[in-house]
Antibody, heavy 119, light 106 residues
Framework: QITLKESGPTLVKPTQTLTLTCTFS??????????VGWIRQPPGKALEWLAL???????RYSPSLKSRLTITKDTSKNQVVLTMTNMDPVDTATYYC???????????WGQGTLVTVSS | DIQLTQSPSFLSASVGDRVTITCRAS??????LAWYQQKPGKAPKLLIY???TLQSGVPSRFSGSGSGTEFTLTISSLQPEDFATYYC????????FGGGTKVEIK
């Protein structure tokens, strides 16, 4: 059974760096073809893909946010970490991590974590 | 960037209705399109991938079609549990989602 769970701060101040951790079980991020990504959703708005890391450490980023994002993995801990710099109130959103075995097709999702950016 | 435009953005329908949602891509994406269903407060759920392949466990009343720039999601007979917001996603170049279609009870 594949599960993913996001963790991190619920409130960050403008200009701070956000660090989110996705802890997963039921699969290995060293298995060929597997990826873990991050998708966010501002309140009442649509989904936005942020970043993806593959089993071979290949990393992909949203072109519009690439300069602010870093994604890493710790295969031994079954974790993927996303950092986003220079947070702004417009970054207030629910942040999801998700599992993929084909390009960026998200077949399993975490429950999401709401991050609010406010001073 | 490839943009996805969903229509309508909102629709009101009754149980048993046939519902069709359209997703148009700003450039050709072959069949690299998926559909998700999202209920309030929940994570999205994968329904269809490769434009027309039903994800395991998804009821057969859901179907997808299209290729290139125009795609449709059809629910053949709307059930109470289908009232939700639906998103298309392109996987051809990076990844983008459509703006969503909210299906509400008439």
């Amino acid at each position: 059974q594949i599960t993913l769970k996001e963790s991190g701060p619920t409130l960050v101040k403008p200009t701070q760096t956000l660090t989110l951790t996705c802890t997963f079980s039921g699969f290995s991020l060293s298995t060929s073809g597997v990826g873990v990504g991050w998708i966010r959703q501002p309140p009442g708005k649509a989904l936005e893909w942020l970043a993806l890391i593959y089993w071979d450490d290949d990393k992909r980023y949203s072109p519009s946010l690439k300069s602010r994002l870093t994604i890493t993995k710790d295969t031994s801990k079954n974790q993927v970490v996303l950092t986003m710099t220079n947070m702004d109130p417009v970054d207030t959103a629910t942040y999801y991590c998700a599992h993929s075995t084909w390009i960026q097709l998200w077949d399993y999702w975490g429950q999401g974590t709401l991050v609010t950016v406010s001073s | 960037d490839i943009q996805l435009t969903q229509s309508p953005s909102f629709l009101s329908a009754s149980v048993g209705d046939r519902v069709t949602i359209t997703c148009r891509a700003s450039q050709g994406i072959s069949s690299y399109l998926a559909w998700y269903q999202q209920k309030p407060g929940k994570a999205p759920k994968l329904l269809i991938y490769a434009a027309s392949t039903l994800q395991s466990g998804v009821p057969s009343r859901f179907s997808g079609s299209g290729s290139g720039t125009e795609f449709t999601l059809t629910i053949s007979s709307l059930q109470p549990e289908d009232f939700a917001t639906y998103y298309c996603q392109q996987l051809n170049s990076y990844s983008t989602f459509g703006g969503g279609t909210k299906v509400e009870i008439k």
